[in-house]
């Protein structure tokens, strides 16, 4: 399988950044909203922003839906960017 998105068993290696207090309290109360650690919000968000173009199985399994196989109608996706956007 081919995939642009790291596995949840993929090498992860620690590393450090200086952030701005004020950011940093920001992220902490969002993780905390979302009942997630800091680092794992951190890298949720920097993967969204990384990896924001779907890989070729998400696109075929979008084009099958959009055609209706394997669902009782075909799927309206004509706000996609609009829903990615809103995640």
Same mark, same amino acid.
């Given at each position: 399988?081919?995939?642009?998105?790291?596995?949840?068993?993929?090498?992860?290696?620690?590393?450090?950044?200086?952030?701005?207090?004020?950011?940093? /309290?920001?992220?902490?109360? $969002?993780?905390?909203? @979302?009942?997630?650690? %800091?680092?794992?919000?951190? !890298?949720?968000?920097?993967?969204?922003?990384?990896?924001?173009?779907?890989?070729?199985?998400?696109?075929?399994?979008?084009? /099958?839906?959009?055609?209706? $196989?394997?669902?009782? @109608?075909?799927?309206? %996706?004509?706000?996609?960017? !609009?829903?990615?956007?809103?995640?």
């Amino acid at each position: 399988m081919s995939s642009n998105m790291k596995t949840p068993t993929a090498k992860k290696k620690q590393t450090a950044f200086r952030l701005d207090d004020d950011l940093l /309290e920001k992220l902490k109360e $969002k993780a905390e909203r @979302e009942n997630r650690s %800091l680092n794992n919000y951190v !890298e949720r968000v920097l993967m969204s922003v990384a990896y924001d173009k779907p890989n070729e199985i998400t696109i075929a399994a979008m084009k /099958e839906a959009m055609a209706g $196989k394997g669902v009782g @109608e075909a799927l309206d %996706l004509s706000k996609w960017d !609009e829903f990615i956007a809103s995640l």
